[in-house]
C-alpha cells in the first residue's frame, strides 16, 4: 500500500535535487510512504520538474524503513524496490499524461544500505 503525504507536498526536501538541468522553472515535490503487508518497507520523495509546461525529468530518493526489504537483491527472484519505483512511475505517467516530454526520464537515487539497483533509471512512457 502506498501513501502520499498530503501535509508535505511541495515542501522541503531534506536532500538538494542538483541533477536537475538549467531547462527546468518549476518543481514540485512528493513523498510517499510504502507498506508491505501492513509493515514498513521504503519512503519515497519525488521530485517533478518541469519545464515549458512540460514534465521531464522525475527523480526518486528512496529510503528502507522496514526490515523486509532487502539490501541487495542479487540472490532474489524478485527485486521490491525496483517494482516499488516502476509502479511510482507508472502512477506519475497516468497522472500527468497530457504534461508529458517526448524524451521524459527518471532515475531513482537509493540511500545505503539498499544498493546494487544502479538500473533504476529510464524513460517515462505513458
Known amino acids: ?15 538538494q535535487h542538483n541533477a536537475f538541468g538549467e531547462e527546468i522553472t518549476r518543481r514540485e515535490t512528493r513523498f510517499y510512504s510504502v507498506d508491505v503487508d501492513g509493515r514498513p518497507a521504503v519512503d519515497v520523495d519525488v521530485a517533478l520538474g518541469f519545464a515549458r509546461g512540460k514534465l521531464p525529468h522525475v527523480l526518486f530518493r528512496v529510503k528502507k524503513t522496514g526490515e523486509d526489504v532487502p539490501n541487495d537483491w542479487a540472490m532474489l527472484p524478485q527485486d521490491i524496490v525496483d517494482d516499488i519505483v516502476l509502479k511510482c512511475v507508472e502512477n506519475l505517467a497516468t497522472v500527468h499524461n497530457g504534461r508529458l516530454d517526448m524524451g521524459s526520464f527518471f532515475y531513482a537515487f537509493l540511500d545505503p544500505p539498499v544498493v546494487g539497483r544502479g538500473y533504476l533509471h529510464g524513460e517515462i512512457r505513458s
Open 1 to 15: 500500500m502506498c501513501y502520499e503525504d498530503l501535509y508535505r507536498r511541495n515542501g522541503w526536501l531534506p536532500r
